[in-house]
């Protein structure tokens, strides 16, 4: 659960060929060029001993790409506290600036996301969902 960087990934959104490594193309560093193996596709991110699940989000209303990512605060224990951060770029391939980390967000704080319906014209709250 945790690395040092972070990849994009794009593939087919069927139930047979989610797990059909052939259906899955990486990010290469262009928008127009995307590889079909992992070996010379580029990472979005990298910060060392800090990546882990991470989650991606457009929201309108900011005109921004979320990023969220949690990772072990003690690594490799997995069953301790977990960090977690936001970072935001106009581009789903970056470059991303940090907006705020938060060192032991929680226990075991696996997934963070945020909600789909966040379309509305004046953001007065933003609403994460944990699991």
């Known amino acids: 659960m945790r690395g040092d960087q972070v990849y994009l990934a794009r593939g087919i959104p069927d139930h047979v060929q989610i797990n059909n490594e ?11 060029s995307w590889t079909k193996t992992l070996d010379e596709s580029l990472p979005l ?11 991606m989000k457009y929201l309108p209303v900011l005109k921004r790409y979320i990023m969220c990512i949690t990772t072990p605060t003690v690594s490799p224990f997995s069953a301790s506290q977990f960090g977690t951060y936001l970072l935001e770029s106009v581009s789903m391939t970056g470059p991303f600036s940090l907006i705020t980390y938060m060192k032991e967000f929680g226990p075991e704080n696996i997934l963070l996301t945020f909600q789909a319906n966040l379309s509305i014209p004046k953001l007065k709250r933003l609403t994460a969902s944990c699991t």
């Open 22 to 32: 052939s259906a899955w193309e990486f990010y290469n560093g262009t928008s127009e």
């Open 45 to 55: 991110y990298t910060w060392l001993n800090r990546s882990g699940i991470a989650t």
